[in-house]
């Protein structure tokens, strides 16, 4: 190799370093519905066999964020699952860190988005001060609620509000802005995130009731971003015929998919469903479902996906 070859492949490998060393990314943590998978009491066969032999990418929704150049990362979500997702979000980053997030974001108050905030009580990791942050109903939900107050009282967490719309500054590469969408609201409001890097923005919306219950346009704000996580709780009806649609509503990802029909591919692409049910055909990528999502130019998060920022 003459000098000058070697001059350009080292130019060429240092880049491509800096590249993957610098740019701040999401790690997807979760793409299962809060009662995981298998689901309790579930004797059907997408559960079945699942008891016998777990699956290890199954794990209840959340997000991981990291920014490699400030050396700091936050975690979406405190699902069931918080243990092995905090290991997962250390493991993947190349520095040096401590064992819990830099802060945690909540969404909203149903089982698979909080509960994993019991592994930093005194019984078990006993953390100091992890930044939570919540909107208000969120916030005095767990202020108010035993077990949640003595995270609270023992300065477990740091609880810090959020608002509706109101973009928070991670880091000099990292921002995020919650945003109210509506949902079954027992104990607290929902929000879904708008995460911002320097070159690419990710919506993310793993519940909501119905789309067209938003004050927003769906087709306008996908318009907005590079990449969407949304709600695909449910591939279609057939999957809660035994159950009150209107007590667990969420948009079946064939209405989604109806809704984007007249847009282009690159549009479409841009959408990932998540927080998928132990019914959700899509979990079987050898299923008619699955491929169909596929054909029709959508797509599935997956468990460890990276999406850069």
């Not at 995981?36 to 964020?65: Q, T, W, Y």
């Amino acid at each position: 190799m003459g000098p000058r070859l070697l001059i350009i492949c080292i130019f060429i490998f240092s880049f491509s370093y800096s590249q993957k060393g610098n740019l701040p990314y999401i790690i997807v943590l979760g793409t299962i519905q809060d009662a995981g998978s298998p689901h309790m009491g579930c004797e059907k066969p997408c559960c079945i066999s699942l008891f016998e032999a777990p699956d290890p990418n199954r794990k209840v929704v959340s997000l991981g964020l990291v920014d490699p150049l400030e050396k700091k990362y936050w975690l979406i979500e405190a699902s069931p699952d918080f243990i092995t997702q905090c290991r997962e979000l250390k493991k993947t980053s190349d520095f040096e860190h401590g064992k819990s997030p830099d802060g945690i974001f909540l969404t909203h108050a149903h089982i698979g988005h909080y509960t994993g905030l019991m592994y930093l009580g005194k019984e078990s990791y006993n953390s100091v001060a992890v930044p939570v942050f919540a909107m208000t109903r969120m916030k005095g939900f767990l202020i108010k609620n035993g077990p949640w107050s003595q995270l609270f009282k023992l300065n477990n967490i740091k609880l810090n509000n959020i608002n509706h719309q109101e973009e928070i500054k991670l880091s000099n590469n990292l921002s995020i802005t919650p945003f109210l969408v509506p949902h079954r609201d027992e104990f607290s409001e929902t929000v879904g995130f708008k995460i911002n890097g320097p070159k690419k923005s990710v919506l993310f919306i793993p519940d909501i009731d119905k789309w067209g219950k938003w004050n927003k346009n769906l087709k306008q704000e996908i318009k907005k971003a590079d990449l969407a996580l949304l709600d695909g709780t449910f591939y279609d009806s057939k999957e809660v015929n035994n159950r009150n649609i209107s007590e667990i509503p969420h948009p079946f990802i064939v209405e989604t998919m109806a809704l984007f029909k007249e847009e282009n591919n690159s549009e479409k692409s841009k959408i990932n469903f998540i927080h998928l049910n132990h019914t959700n055909p899509l979990l079987d990528t050898n299923s008619a479902a699955f491929k169909k999502v596929k054909e029709s130019g959508f797509n599935t998060a997956n468990y460890k996906d990276i999406i850069n920022l």
